[in-house]
């Protein structure tokens, strides 16, 4: 069985701090991670993707991998209210998403 | 440019009628096509995904199948739906290496 997991939150962060959201996977011979972001009643909308071991910068946003530890995250530096969604952790297996649960962000201005 | 285009947004359908969803792919052959469902604040559970024409894999034993009659079209579809069918269903395309792009999404409430 393939599984991810994420603390479902919420999780609460004053505006203009750093976020972070984490996620974990069971499978070790993933290759490919992404997050998503969903706004409630909407559908996921993909914001980072990463393959290596390290870090990748986008912007605000900065995904880590460390596949000896077989963990993800998400920094999302300098906050905003707007960036208050579900963040989704997904791991490729094959052709197939998994998705973990969902972290709920809220953003406090 | 790829685009999925998924109808209809919102859908409210008696226990025991029948269902019927579809999602179209354009910019794209030979996609891979996925259906999931979103319960309540529930994650993303894969229900179907198919690799080609008349190819469709199952993922949860249900009420629902699924059909791919053209290269770039999915349907979902159930003959009597279930309370429990209620939830929000996304279609996704795999644009290759780059994960998913998801359709908007149908709301359903089965009633």
């Known amino acids: 069985q393939k599984e991810v997991e994420q603390n479902s939150g919420p999780l609460s962060v004053p505006e203009g701090a750093i976020a972070s959201l984490n996620c974990t996977y069971s499978d070790r011979g993933s290759q490919s991670f992404f997050w998503y972001r969903q706004y409630s009643g909407k559908s996921p909308e993909l914001i980072m993707s990463?393959?290596?071991?390290g870090d990748k910068e986008d912007g605000r946003f900065t995904a880590q991998l460390n596949k000896a530890s077989q963990y993800v995250s998400l920094l999302i530096r300098d906050s905003q209210p707007s960036d208050s969604a579900t963040y989704l952790c997904?791991?490729?297996?094959?052709?197939?998403?998994?998705f973990g649960a969902g972290t709920i962000l809220r953003v406090k201005s | 440019s790829q685009t999925i285009h998924q109808w209809p947004a919102t859908l409210v359908q008696p226990v025991g009628s029948p269902l019927s969803l579809e999602c179209t792919v354009e910019g794209t052959s030979n996609p891979n096509l996925y259906w999931y469902r979103q319960a309540a604040g529930r994650g993303l559970q894969l229900l179907f995904y198919s690799v080609g024409i008349g190819q469709i894999s199952s993922e949860v034993p249900q009420n629902l199948s699924a059909s791919r009659p053209q290269d770039r079209q999915f349907i979902l579809s159930s003959k009597k739906l279930l309370l429990s069918d209620s939830g929000f269903y996304l279609c996704?395309?795999?644009?290759?290496?780059?994960?998913?792009?998801f359709g908007s999404g149908t709301r359903l409430t089965v009633v």
């Open positions: 990463i393959y290596s071991n």
């Open positions: 996704a395309w795999m644009s290759g290496y780059y994960g998913y792009t």
């Open positions: 997904a791991v490729l297996y094959g052709n197939k998403l998994v």
